[in-house]
């Protein structure tokens, strides 16, 4: 039972370039989230989604863009990356309200 | 503007003790509080929940106790162990949110044998 996975683990990105964080879950949960993860600070929400077809943005989209065309995957895209993008990044799901969410191993991501 | 604040960073106790996270929140529009526990290079994993219903659930080791009053709550860890050394957070949700959770920073628990 794989859960949450996330994929790629690792990654260091110049100023300006682009990339996809992958996510997908195998429980068939409706709802998925992307989170980043600042050192000191809490997760910050990214992304929501309470289906497929449906995203909306959180606390902190700016920079940041999502699709969920499947109840499976939700990945997150970076299309010119900056400094301040350098975080750890959690993606995760839930089956409903009052859940607990299930994350991800998380994707450590570094701007240069 | 910080919902949920963990004021403490970090926290040391010695194996066998009590361990006592506390958390604070400020919107009184939260209706369902969980604990994460989460280890270096994982992503956070599901520890206990409570409702705003609740004043107290337990599970084990664990206990989250809950002041609506204060704005409040609190995961206490007893016995402590070493294998409970990780940084906890404390999360809030409201319904009408659509189960989206709001995090505090953490704290970092240091249980010593």
């Known amino acids: 039972n794989a859960g949450v996975t996330q994929t790629p683990k690792f990654r260091i990105l110049k100023i300006g370039q682009s990339m996809t964080l992958q996510c997908t879950q195998d429980?068939?949960?409706?709802?998925m989230y992307w989170y980043r993860q600042d050192p000191g600070m809490g997760l910050k929400l990214i992304y929501y989604s309470v289906g497929a077809g449906i995203t909306d943005k959180g606390e902190v989209p700016n920079g940041y863009n999502v699709s969920r065309s499947t109840t499976e995957d939700f990945p997150l895209r970076l299309e010119l990356a900056a400094p301040s993008q350098t975080s750890v990044y959690f993606c995760?799901?839930?089956?409903?309200?009052?859940?607990?969410?299930?994350f991800g191993s998380g994707t450590r991501l570094t701007v240069v | 503007d910080q919902q949920v604040k963990q004021n403490s960073p970090s926290l040391s106790v010695q194996e066998g003790r009590i361990s006592i996270l506390n958390c604070d929140y400020t919107?009184?529009?939260?209706?369902?509080f969980l604990w994460y526990k989460k280890y270096p290079a994982e992503g956070p994993t599901f520890l206990i929940s409570?409702?705003?219903?609740?004043d107290k659930n337990e599970d084990g080791r664990f206990t989250v106790f809950l002041n609506k009053s204060a704005k409040h709550l609190s995961l206490h860890i007893v016995p402590s162990q070493p294998g409970d050394s990780a940084v906890y957070f404390c999360a809030a949700s409201r319904k009408e949110y659509g189960n989206k959770l709001v995090f505090g920073a953490g704290t970092i628990l240091r249980v010593k044998s």
């Open positions: 409570i409702s705003s219903i609740k």
């Open positions: 995760a799901s839930s089956g409903g309200s009052n859940y607990g969410y299930t």
């Open positions: 429980m068939n949960h409706n709802y």
């Open positions: 919107n009184s529009m939260f209706d369902y």
